[in-house]
């Protein structure tokens, strides 16, 4: 392969290596430009002289200040950048560049579970909503039972998942914070894909009873009537109840009402629904310089698709999205959901500097050895992945959408808690990025892997289901690409195909966000 590198913007003063073994000292590119020293793929490199103190510019935006002399041709790292302000929150432009609406995309459909809701599944899954982590290995082991002994007679049922997490005691749950995790756990509870009907366990005496969990609900307790709806009410089962004696009774009676539950979902069937019924989350992990340039640019162009076919997408990450809430303020549909965007950013301002950080500590280990060199150049990189549509609405972790189109739904960069919190703003496909590589998967949604680079793809071949890698060499668009997950994610959405995650079971554990202290 001959030399090649990516100036994503004309501005831009630094551009990528694109080379999978990256590039020898000596190598020249066609414009003429002669490394000086050897540089990693996806690394940069200067594309002119950068003095001591000039920016460093990339995606047409400042990512750092040099804090050396910089000539052309020399790798540009982390250690020779100093870290930028973050956008002044009280300057910013609102709904001042309100991008026009695209032609709508009609006859998009995919095969989904109607819910009463009027929200549709993408799977149909028996949820077992814990109130409290006591309870876990308990459900754990009965999920084990029920999997083994009891759905293979219900056809229709894709899976058995246990809701467990680590909150519901031990914490001060009246507290402000408290309104999230519980919030979160609550909507999990209701999500599409398991009916809005979960089994309920729990241990008795915790802080978050049944009722605080779901308090909009009818709670049967398990030994009351049962009535064979597909509505049907929520059962709760105590294991402190007295009628229970011992473990095995404990089981007994989680595996019985488990079985009544299963029965009813098993008279669920798809039907065609309109991609407007789609609820998409986007979200990365493991980035590299390529996230920016290949995977996140052709997810923000099926985020823009689904926008046109009257879906909802969910960005989020609020680490990764605050040095660059400047290209994002003026798109906002009207001054509200500007300041509602600004509400989220500078809440999680404060959350930062109340323990003494800042958003600094996003980069990881592996974005660096990845290209990137600070949260800036991160940050600009993620919201490509917003596409270009208006934004719509911001939702606060844990909540749902109020409206449709481009959502921002604030959640921590972390990939458990994101996951999670999306999962509560009721997504019913996940789309999640990647350069570097996880293994990463969620049991109540597929989860779409695309890779940055080719290599990772090719390495990872029974792991990454599209690989976006094909945009930086030119075997691809970012259209092509874009227009090649669309039509995978109605696919993997009716059921028609399975990604790797799902193929593999690899599904990680619910990590509710909580801000909240621990008593």
């Known amino acids: 392969m001959k030399p090649l590198c990516v100036q994503v913007h004309p501005s831009d003063n630094v551009a990528i290596i694109v080379n999978p073994d990256g590039l020898p000292a000596g190598s020249v590119f066609e ?7 050897a540089i990693p793929q996806s690394h940069k490199v200067a594309l002119a002289a950068i003095a001591a103190g000039q920016p460093v510019v990339r995606y047409g935006q400042t990512i750092g200040y040099a804090n050396r002399a910089v000539e052309a041709g020399h790798w540009v790292r982390e250690e020779m950048l100093e870290l930028p302000e973050p956008p002044a929150l ?60 009891i759905l293979p007679r219900f056809s229709n049922v894709d899976d058995v998942v246990a809701l467990t997490h680590t ?32 089994l309920v366990v729990s241990l008795g005496c915790e802080k978050l009873q049944p ?5 909009d609900q009818n709670l049967r307790p398990a030994g009351a009537a049962l009535f064979p709806v597909l509505e049907a009410d929520p059962y709760v089962i105590r294991l402190q109840d007295h009628e229970h004696r011992g473990f095995g009774d404990i089981i007994a009676a989680i595996m019985r009402f488990a079985e009544k539950r299963l029965a009813e979902l098993d008279q669920r069937r798809r039907h065609t629904c309109p991609a407007s019924d789609l609820s998409v989350g986007l979200q990365c992990g493991g980035s590299d310089a390529f996230s920016g340039v290949t995977c996140n640019p052709a997810v923000g162009f099926a985020a823009d698709l689904l926008v046109r076919a009257g879906g909802t997408v969910m960005f989020s990450e609020v680490t990764e999205v605050r040095d660059a809430v400047h290209l994002l303020t003026p798109r906002a549909v009207n001054e509200q959901v500007g300041r509602d965007l600004i509400r989220e950013m500078k809440w999680y301002d404060d959350y930062l500097a109340r323990g003494s950080a800042d958003r600094s500590a996003n980069p990881t280990p592996g974005n660096k050895r990845g290209g990137l060199s600070n949260v800036v150049e991160k940050a600009l990189g993620s919201v490509a992945k917003a596409g270009a549509s208006a934004l719509m609405g911001v939702a606060a972790p844990g909540e ?21 919190e999306q999962l509560a703003s009721a997504m019913n496909v996940h789309i999640f990025t990647t350069g570097e590589g996880s293994p990463y998967g969620l049991a109540l949604v597929p989860v779409i892997k695309v890779s940055s680079r080719t290599a990772l793809a090719e390495r990872w071949h029974d ?44 599904h990680n554990t619910l990590a509710p966000f909580n801000p909240g202290p621990v008593t």
Not at 168 to 176: H, K, L, M, N, R
Not at 211 to 215: I, M, N, S, Y
Not at 484 to 497: C, H, N, T
């Open 463 to 506: 792991l990454i289901d599209i690989d976006a890698g094909r945009i930086a060499t030119g075997e691809a668009t970012i259209e092509s690409v874009g227009w090649e997950m669309f039509r995978l994610i109605l696919e993997v959405a009716s059921g028609r195909k399975k990604t790797w995650a799902d193929h593999w079971g690899l």
């Open 211 to 215: 009722a605080r969990l779901l308090p």
């Open 167 to 198: 909150y519901g005691c031990g914490v001060a749950i009246d507290a402000p914070g408290a309104a999230v995790p519980i919030r979160t756990l609550k909507n999990i509870s209701l999500h599409p894909n398991i009916g809005g009907a979960p």
């Open 31 to 37: 414009s003429g430009l002669k490394l000086a020293e």
């Open 400 to 420: 749902r959408p109020a409206s449709k189109g481009l959502i921002f739904a604030a959640t921590p960069a972390s990939d458990f808690i994101c996951g999670t």
């Open 90 to 149: 009280d300057e910013l432009p609102l709904a001042t560049a309100i991008p026009a609406p695209l032609p709508r995309l009609e006859g998009y459909t995919f095969e989904g579970y109607r819910n009463p809701d009027g929200t549709a599944g993408t799977k149909n899954i028996l949820g077992i909503t814990t109130t409290v982590q006591c309870v876990a290995p308990t459900v754990d082991y009965a999920v084990r039972r029920i999997k083994a002994e």
